[in-house]
């Protein structure tokens, strides 16, 4: 069992950043493979990033190569996004979540993921 608490989210104005938290608690973090999510009003929750149990690999959704940057510290059981060139229509609510048992292949679905936070809202204004 894994619980997970997300912090950072916030307003800011478009161009900025935020940085995105989510400590992991249980000894077995260091497993799992873990992603970021977001849902906007009225839209699906979809995979912004997600990440291998030792950071050596790491995927991202189209929209935002090149912008964010997603990063584990196991040590610390916890999970990072790191937000760049914000753009109003990143605002949505943001989650982490851990899949355990996941492969690279596994990394972007959605269902595989077992454990969420309650989300962390980002809010980008024009």
């Known amino acids: 069992q894994v619980q997970l608490v997300e912090s950072g989210g916030g307003l800011v104005q478009a161009g900025g950043s935020l940085r995105l938290s989510c400590a992991a608690s249980g000894r077995t973090f260091s497993t799992y493979i873990m992603g970021w999510f977001r849902q906007a009003p009225g839209k699906e929750r979809e995979i912004v990033a997600a990440?291998?149990?030792?950071?050596?690999?790491?995927t991202y959704a189209d929209s935002v190569k090149g912008r964010f940057t997603i990063s584990r510290d196991n040590a610390k059981n916890t999970l990072y996004l790191q937000l760049n060139s914000l753009k109003p229509e990143d605002t949505a609510v943001y989650y982490c979540?851990?899949?355990?048992?996941?492969?690279?292949?596994?990394?972007?679905?959605?269902?595989?993921?077992?454990?969420w936070g309650q989300g962390t809202q980002v809010t980008v204004s024009s």
């Open positions: 990440i291998t149990w030792s950071g050596a690999s790491t």
């Open positions: 979540a851990a899949q355990p048992g996941g492969t690279i292949q596994t990394m972007p679905l959605l269902l595989r993921y077992h454990y």
